[in-house]
């Protein structure tokens, strides 16, 4: 008995032993700064230097995108601001509106010295962003700004669009006085007062407002650092680490990503004014596109396996690997106690793997649009992904997750 409790006190003292020397190594880590956290990750090998720990946050070196040149209905828009949508909880009072080909981050800075404006609205050709007047988020946030609404409606809207197999943005007709996928940026308290639905204290950075309209959060103006994420299965607790090396000139994060994601799964309720597609499924998509759409928009390479750099195709990889069922959770709305939903979301992902990821992928949406506007139950999305693979062992795989066919 003497031995059991001089056992426990050694594991008491021990314990608290530890507890001081995590106290005291935390202490250390804060004053040493972000460069010992990556230390650790890598312990085994050589510590790594200033540059190397740039190299490995910051973004890399710029790509030169070739801009198109916007057709003349575009260049010669003029447009009274007062018929851009917005959200009402938000009236604007007087908003600097500009044709954003036919302005520049010098004169939108100028302007701003001339009166007194609550919002600045940029038009382009197949959107619009409504936006602070100021930011503390980004020093230099007009020419980021301006940068983010060039960038993604010239380059990354239209990549978007033609994975979706959209032509353009016409579907739209609600938006006045043209058709426009809008952008509102705002603060933190703003985005979640709008996007806030759940009883959970944390506040919401943004979300999609319908099928054309999403509001974005102040820090995804500019360009971002890198992005790291490891994807594990619940399975066999397999690890997919990724890094998202955005180069400086991109201005499409994960964040812009995501939230359009949102717009074009939806983009059939345009033309249909039908619910698409249930709110974990549309999560999902917009999770994996907010990783696949980098490589869309700011080019190959874009994304890199950490522990695997020389496969090429990193979203067909993560494809892959979450074709193993039960996949892994890439956004909220996870349908974790929904075996069927969970199969539904697999299989989706084993017929993206097959063949060439993004003629799959614009076939899924192009079938979509054109043959099941909604995808209102689970069973009519089942039926849907059969008929797309036609490999007998995908039915027998639904079902035996519950599905009913």
């Known amino acids: 008995m003497a031995i059991q409790k001089r056992g426990k006190t050694f594991l008491l003292l021990g314990m608290l032993f530890a507890v001081i020397l995590l106290i005291l190594f935390g202490s250390a880590m804060s004053i040493a700064g972000p460069s010992l956290f990556i230390d650790l990750l890598h312990i085994g090998k050589p510590k790594l230097s200033d540059e190397q720990i740039d190299k490995l946050i910051y973004p890399v070196e710029p ?88 960038f993604m409606d010239q380059i990354a809207i239209p990549k978007l669009l033609a994975v979706y197999g959209l032509a ?21 308290e ?47 607790k397999a690890r997919f680490s990724y890094l998202t090396h955005y180069p400086a000139d991109c201005y499409a994060n994960e964040t812009f990503l995501h939230e359009t994601s949102h717009l074009l799964n939806d983009a059939g309720q345009g033309t249909t004014g039908t619910y698409v597609m249930p709110d974990w499924f549309n999560e999902q ?17 874009t994304v890199i396996l950490q522990n695997k750099p020389e496969v090429k195709d990193v979203p067909k990889a993560l494809a892959e690997f979450n074709s193993v069922f039960p996949p892994p959770d890439l956004s909220h709305e996870y349908p974790k106690d929904n075996p069927c939903e969970q199969a539904l979301l697999t299989q989706w992902y084993r017929f993206l793997a097959k063949g060439d990821l993004s003629s799959n992928f614009k076939r899924f949406f192009v079938e979509q649009r054109a043959t099941t506007p909604s995808f209102s139950t689970d069973t009519i999305l089942a039926n849907f992904l059969l008929n ?17 066919l």
């Not at 007087?94 to 044709?99: A, G, V």
């Not at 994996?288 to 869309?296: D, R, S, V």
Request: proline share 7%; charged share 20%; hydrophobic share 30%.
């Open 63 to 150: 790509k030169n995108y070739t801009y198109p040149t916007p057709p003349p209905e575009a260049l010669n828009r003029v447009v009274n601001c007062q018929d851009i949508i917005h959200y009402k909880e938000f009236p604007r009072t007087n908003p600097l509106c500009l044709n954003l080909f036919q302005t520049s981050t010098d004169d939108i800075s100028q302007k701003l010295t001339e009166g007194s404006y609550d919002r600045i609205i940029l038009y382009a050709e197949r959107s619009v962003f409504d936006a602070p007047t100021s930011s503390g988020v980004t020093a230099d946030y007009l020419s980021d700004l301006y940068h983010d609404v060039k």
């Open 168 to 188: 353009d943005v016409s579907y739209i007709t609600i938006t006045k006085p043209y058709p426009y996928l809008y952008f509102r940026i705002s603060n933190l």
């Open 190 to 236: 703003e985005t979640d007062k709008i996007c806030h639905y759940s009883d959970t204290g944390e506040k919401v950075r943004g979300c999609a407002s319908g099928w054309f309209s999403s509001i974005i959060p102040e820090d995804a103006v500019g360009p971002q650092m890198s992005n790291a994420l490891p994807i594990v299965r619940t399975s066999d």
């Open 285 to 301: 998509i917009a999770g994996y596109l907010g990783i696949y759409g980098a490589e869309l928009a700011c080019g190959d390479r």
């Open 388 to 404: 797309l693979d036609n490999d007998p062992s995908a039915k027998e795989f639904l079902t035996s997750h519950g599905c009913a």
